[in-house]
């Protein structure tokens, strides 16, 4: 990832601060999963799936390849996992009787709120310190930032094969 260019002698302008900021809360927020995963004997892959299966109340397995990016087989072994853990179980699909519907188990419903509650607890005392402007402004960049990463995902989804990067310096001319 390239750097934000500091401004030479002065302070870093606030757009480079906002993206450091952005960056720092993505890292953070990886990082948080993988721990609280870590409790719950999944990795931070199943824990974003969890966290989808939060928000939406449920999903199929094919909603949450689609929405994860991830490939059949890859969500597959996510859904083991999680199922193992019992976080999550399989369901009828209520409207198509060959499908499957993923939704939280009781276990999950009880053991997340408390993983999740301090920082639930803390993010609200942040945000709390803010007017409703800035809080407009602050969803305004989220809801922005949501689209924007779900469109760079896609563009790498797309690529067929691994790229290969040059590990040496191009020849002179």
């Excluded at 960056?23 to 892959?45: C, D, I, P, W, Y």
């Excluded at 928000?55 to 859904?79: C, D, F, N, Y």
Aim: a positive charge.
């Amino acid at each position: 990832m390239p750097k934000a260019k500091h401004e030479s002698g002065q302070s870093k302008s606030l757009a480079a601060k906002v993206i450091e900021g952005a960056r720092e809360f993505s890292v953070g927020t990886v990082l948080f999963h993988q721990a609280a995963g870590r409790l719950l004997g999944v990795n931070v892959t199943d824990m974003k799936c969890l966290d989808i299966l939060v928000m939406k109340g449920s999903a199929s397995p094919t909603e949450l390849a689609a929405q994860t990016g991830l490939s059949s087989g890859a969500m597959t072994a996510v859904i083991d996992r999680l199922e193992r853990a019992r976080l999550i179980e399989r369901r009828p699909h209520p409207t198509d009787r060959r499908g499957t519907v993923l939704v939280l188990t009781k276990v999950a419903m009880q053991r997340l709120p408390m993983l999740f509650e301090s920082l639930a607890n803390a993010m609200q005392a942040l945000i709390s310190g803010y007017s409703k402007g800035e809080l407009a402004v602050l969803a305004d960049f989220f809801a922005k930032s949501g689209l924007l990463w779900r469109v760079e995902r896609e563009k790498l989804q797309r690529r067929t094969r691994p790229q290969r990067w040059r590990t040496s310096p191009p020849s002179g001319p």
